[in-house]
């Protein structure tokens, strides 16, 4: 079960979808993941994310990776590429009820989860994520690859971005979810991205500040879905930067959202907000 690169005749073939556990702290790679603690969970997000692409026929049902309580470093960034045998989806979770207890740590520059290449999905909830340095990426989508998230905390990343995608990426925010740091941009589309961006709710504690909350550009839209996004909680009215900017073909439809910050928005020539 743990020979990498196994043809689907010779993989792991479970009769219902599995869960792996990753233990950050007292887990161990060479575990089978099937339990938490220290006699069977993962030690790293990313061994555990090779194990299920290496190792696995996933025909029962997408598997999840649960991160137990603790910091998770991500280690130069947990990367998705490619769905992996049986099925296209990999759900990765902490706690939806407090995000805050399981934290995924990326470091300047780093990007602390990416997906790529089209059928390549992940579902990410109940995590908070932390930037020790400037320049990181929480979420980022590129190449028509697909990241769905709800329930999460997104804390501070200086010069950086919260959610982004490029390339022909999709991305969707699935459930409410806490906004506690700034960053350069908190949603960013580029090249052709679709983020579905409405219907749920995102809670900012205190003041922040954004260059620019939203950025859609070259020919990628941020549509609500006809349900706009909301916003609530003490910072609100305080966080300071353009509430949005769309550029190069770019589309933004709010459906009455009034994304935070204290500038107007701006959409350039060629460019639509609705």
């Known amino acids: 079960m743990t020979d990498p690169y196994l043809p689907k005749s010779a993989r792991w073939a ?87 207890s399981t934290r995924i740590v990326c470091d300047t520059g780093e990007t602390c989860l990416s997906v790529r290449e089209p059928g390549t999905v992940a579902t990410i909830t109940g995590i908070k994520f932390v930037a020790h340095g400037n320049y990181a990426k929480t979420l980022y989508a590129s190449q028509g690859g697909v990241i769905d998230f709800g329930y999460c905390e997104f804390s501070g990343f200086p010069v950086g971005v919260h959610v982004a995608g490029d390339v022909g990426a999709y991305i969707n925010c699935v459930g409410p979810y806490t906004i506690s740091g700034s960053a350069e941009t908190h949603v960013l589309a580029n090249n052709g991205t679709y983020i579905n961006y409405g219907s749920f709710n995102a809670d900012i504690p205190s003041a922040l500040q954004f ?53 107007p928005g701006v959409a350039l020539t060629g460019a639509w907000v609705l």
Request: proline share 7%; hydrophobic share 40%.
């Open 14 to 100: 479970p009769p219902v979808a599995p869960t792996l556990y990753v233990n950050a702290t007292v887990g161990n790679n060479n575990n089978d993941g099937l339990t938490p603690g220290s006699g069977g969970a993962f030690a790293t997000i990313p061994y555990a994310v090779s194990f299920i692409k290496n190792n696995l026929d996933a025909a029962a049902g997408p598997p999840t990776i649960q991160l137990e309580p603790g910091d998770h470093w991500a280690y130069g960034g947990v990367s998705i590429t490619y769905a992996q045998v049986g099925s296209a989806q990999i759900l990765i979770r902490g706690d939806d009820a407090n995000p805050s």
């Open 211 to 263: 260059t620019n909350f939203v950025s859609c550009s070259s020919n990628s839209i941020v549509a609500s879905g006809g349900v706009a996004m909301t916003f609530s909680g003490a910072g609100v009215a305080g966080t300071l930067g353009r509430k949005y900017h769309a550029q190069l073909n770019g589309i933004i439809i709010r459906s009455g959202a009034d994304f935070p910050g204290h500038i």
